[in-house]
């Protein structure tokens, strides 16, 4: 059973960047596509990003794109989430979980249900 950690949240002001950090530990997660969620109080968890076991193919929201990068160290069993721009609406505590399946690519499709192995979160502030 795999165990993943986040960290990097804090509180920036709007346009500021955070650069959030999953490290995973307990196996590796080098066969996995991973990905970062995220949620609000009062609403359901949504799908940020993803990114395929070998780096090869990434995916994101439409409202993260061209701000939000997610990348991964398959040596450091660490996954990234690079934050620019950010917006009070990112506001949220953001999650990392790995694919239930291994070497699966679903991209477009992606889904809450497909992903397993939560971390406990980082809470992103963006103060407008």
């Known amino acids: 059973q795999v165990q993943l950690v986040e960290s990097g949240g804090g509180l920036v002001q709007t346009g500021g960047s955070l650069r959030l950090s999953c490290a995973a530990s307990?196996?590796?997660?080098?066969?996995?596509?991973m990905g970062w969620f995220r949620q609000a109080p009062g609403k359901e968890r949504e799908f940020v990003a993803a990114i395929s076991w070998d780096g090869g193919r990434t995916y994101y929201r439409d409202s993260v794109k061209g701000r939000f990068t997610i990348s991964r160290d398959n040596a450091k069993n660490t996954v990234y989430l690079q934050m620019n721009s950010l917006r009070p609406e990112d506001t949220a505590a953001y999650y990392c979980?790995?694919?239930?399946?291994?070497?699966?690519?679903?991209?477009?499709?992606?889904?809450?249900?497909?992903?397993?192995?939560w971390g406990q979160g980082t809470q992103v502030t963006v103060s407008s």
């Open positions: 979980a790995t694919d239930v399946r291994p070497l699966r690519w679903i991209g477009l499709y992606t889904q809450v249900a497909d992903f397993g192995s």
């Open positions: 307990g196996r590796t997660i080098t066969s996995y596509t």
